[in-house]
């Protein structure tokens, strides 16, 4: 096969990928909590609010993101597809204790909003809370591709969510900014952190995909490929809306005197 070929392959079936999940991402960002973060009306003390509960249930979304990645690249190689599973093992590097970062923001931003005299809880009591199911959910959806017989599907879980961080990212910033002030936007390293780095992990996400697609064509499989890459970044989307949508609701009780441990 010639390099044209090959680079009409290519696109052909991240095209049909692409089109697969684009209900999710319409979904996504049509969503009315996505839509406030990204707006003055959700107000200041509220968007404040958003960003503690962000951090605290972020942690459980965030600390195992290495481990589910490296253990994808392992059952990777255990199928048979050696190439996308040493590169998944490459990139879970990348990913170790970006937790780290939403605790420490976590911590920030509630002396902060203590400090400016608004009723906050202690970062220890918003780590203590049970999990939202939408944590859960996404937990689980990791480990199911990860068990399950397409294990290369974390490559689309990894492309949708680091994508966010590119596309959704900078409207958060700028209307945090905005409400809140500059200042405020160095509280939030996680955020700050990933709009920067994941500009280059969904570049090497989707070269993955390519690159993984065309050898698929090659054996006939491709078409099977890319149903099991759409079902995992769509249900990866959904699972990331939904945590962004409770933290949005939680957030609002919190800052309207309705949650215990806000004093």
């Excluded at 064509?217 to 149903?227: E, F, L, P, Y």
């Excluded at 099991?228 to 959904?238: I, R, S, Y």
Aim: proline fraction near 3%; charge should be negative.
């Amino acid at each position: 096969m010639n390099s044209s070929n090959v680079s009409s392959v290519m696109l052909t079936y991240i095209d049909r990928y692409d089109h697969g999940v684009a209900s999710a991402r319409r979904r996504f960002y049509d969503d009315q909590a996505i839509q406030l973060l990204k707006s003055p009306e959700i107000g200041a003390s509220h968007l404040e609010a958003f960003y503690i509960y962000f951090c605290a249930f972020g942690v459980g979304m965030t600390q195992p993101v290495d481990g589910w990645i490296r253990q994808a690249g392992e059952a990777c190689i255990a199928v048979g597809q050696p190439k996308l599973g040493k590169a998944l093992i490459g990139h879970a590097k990348a990913e170790a204790d970006h937790h780290l970062l939403m605790i420490e923001d976590l911590g920030r931003l509630c002396q902060r909003r203590k400090g400016a005299g608004r009723a906050a809880p202690t970062a220890e009591h918003m780590l203590a809370l049970d999990w939202p199911e939408s944590v859960h959910r996404y937990r689980r959806m990791h480990e199911v591709v990860i068990a399950g017989s397409a294990p290369y599907a974390q490559i689309a879980i990894e492309n949708e969510i680091e994508m966010l961080s590119v596309e959704l990212g900078p409207d958060l910033l700028n209307n945090a900014s905005a409400l809140l002030g500059s200042d405020f936007v160095t509280e939030l390293s996680f955020l700050t952190e990933h709009v920067e780095l994941d500009a280059g992990h969904t570049k090497f996400n989707r070269r993955q995909m390519a690159a993984f697609l065309e050898a698929q064509d090659s054996n006939g499989t491709a078409t099977k490929t890319v149903d099991a890459l759409v079902t995992a970044g769509t249900e990866a989307l959904d699972a990331y809306r939904a945590f962004l949508s409770d933290c949005v609701a939680m957030s609002g009780a919190a800052d309207a005197g309705s949650c215990e441990g806000w004093e």
